[in-house]
């Protein structure tokens, strides 16, 4: 059964957890209690669909989220603490609170458990995303009960939309620079002065000067792109911030 609990309370749950070289139980109380969270789940970690769009969407919207009222963004899936905390850093998502949930006791308490034995799995979480006031489930929103892995209602988007329907979301914004780059660090800096998330793609590190010529049609660095769109270099920078 795929369980709709809008205004009800979550299970009350204590998941072991390993933080650093220690083992540490937190609870459902600590998460949940006095918040407004943000919660999404998904069968297992390190999964494609999990890996490549829905958790990585909601580590990108974190902040407007955050602008419209939630206090935490919470991930669980019935895998353990260790592969939980290697997906988290992989996905370098800081942003998301990973919750092991190991042996499926707070899944099967939503009514959320699935038998994914076919694929090798065994019991997962059905995918799913809610939003919990003070330990009580507001809104709930479930993927379709069809075959396979449905990623329909779940995402990030869906949810803010649902919290605030004229929330922005943020532009995507790429920066192509390289170290020791005087223009680079100005044009960064400009970004950070007005809290403009962009991921920096370093030259020698991320990518070449090929790939740079390649994707920009340009030979010097920085270039900026917003949404898709190259917008140029350091004074393209200083005009965005300043538009």
Known sequence: MLDNIEGQKIPNVTFPTRQGDEWVNVTTDQLFSGKTVVVFSLPGAFTPTCSSTHLPRYNELAGVLKENGVDDIVCISVNDTFVMNAWLADQEAKNITVVPDGCGTFTEGMGMLVDKSDIGFGKRSWRYSMLVKDGVVEKMFIEPNKPGDPFEVSDADTMLN???????????????TKPGCPF??????????KNIAFEEIVLGTDATSV????????TTVPQLYVDGKHLGDSDAVIAYVNG
């Open 162 to 176: 649902y919290i605030n329907p004229n929330a922005k979301a943020p532009s995507a914004v790429a920066l192509f």
């Open 184 to 193: 680079c660090a100005k044009a960064k800096a400009a970004l950070k002065e």
């Open 211 to 218: 790939s740079l010529k390649a994707v920009t049609g340009q």
